[in-house]
């Protein structure tokens, strides 16, 4: 029997997905809706000095590495598979191009994560 990477990028893409319907709406609704209204913890919510101490801690920098990573490899993965719907071949080359997408997007979030420092 032929040995398949397929487990991982469906372990990743369903990750990203039930992190999609249990955090996605709400972090919508705080950032969009509420963060702009002033509700409910006052106009200073989403203020720069919050985020940038939400981001310096251990537990708000795994947060949100692990929200920006999971949603980047759901939608990549439900792209490559909608690729073939709209008459685009399904070859390495797409594989590389999508799956290489989310991986440049997980660096650069971890990356990025890491230079603000702890």
Same mark, same amino acid.
């Given at each position: 029997?032929?040995?398949s990477n397929?487990?991982?990028?469906?372990?990743?893409? /369903?990750?990203? /997905? @039930?992190?999609?319907? !249990?955090?996605?709406?709400? %972090?919508?609704?705080l950032?969009?809706? +509420?963060?702009?209204?002033?509700?409910? !913890?006052?106009?200073? !919510?989403?203020?720069?000095?919050? @985020?940038?101490?939400? +981001?310096? #801690?251990? %537990?708000?920098?795994?947060?949100?590495?692990?929200?920006?990573?999971?949603? +980047?490899?759901?939608?990549?993965?439900?792209?490559?598979?909608?690729?073939?719907?709209?008459?685009?071949?399904? #070859?390495?080359?797409?594989? !590389?191009?999508?799956?290489?997408?989310? %991986?440049?997007?997980?660096?650069?979030?971890?990356?990025?994560? %890491?230079?603000?420092?702890?």
């Amino acid at each position: 029997m032929k040995r398949s990477n397929a487990p991982i990028f469906w372990l990743m893409f /369903g990750a990203g /997905g @039930m992190l999609s319907a !249990l955090f996605g709406t709400a %972090l919508v609704f705080l950032t969009g809706i +509420a963060a702009p209204l002033g509700w409910p !913890l006052g106009p200073d !919510l989403m203020s720069y000095p919050r @985020m940038h101490a939400f +981001a310096q #801690n251990w %537990l708000g920098k795994g947060f949100a590495f692990a929200i920006i990573m999971f949603f +980047a490899w759901h939608a990549v993965h439900r792209i490559y598979h909608s690729l073939h719907d709209v008459g685009v071949p399904l #070859n390495a080359f797409t594989k !590389l191009l999508c799956y290489g997408t989310a %991986l440049v997007i997980t660096i650069v979030a971890a990356a990025s994560l %890491l230079s603000i420092g702890f």
